[in-house]
């Protein structure tokens, strides 16, 4: 027994799949790009942090790969003594 299939049929068919496909790739979006605030842990401190999903979506924002490794107030002091080594004489300066 030979069945004749149409071409609205055909077109039908490969519409209802086309749209599940897109459906499916849709919701899988959404749950990738959700994100949830995180609870870190500081690597100079061992103080826990709330990375927040502000600060996750600033992250990807700039191409940073990497969860911060240090809380707030360690990555302030260590930006801080950064600073001041900057200023003044450096250590880099007194080798030579």
Known sequence: MCVKIT???KSSIL???LLNLI???IQ???EVTKMKDMTLVCKDCGKE???TEGEQEF???KGFTN???RCPDCRKARKATRNNDRSGSSSRNSRY
């Open 49 to 51: 942090f709330v990375w």
């Open 23 to 25: 459906l499916f790739i």
């Open 67 to 69: 969860k911060p490794v």
């Open 15 to 17: 519409l209802f799949y």
């Open 59 to 61: 992250y990807q924002q």
């Open 7 to 9: 071409y609205e049929y």
């Open 28 to 30: 899988n979006i959404k």
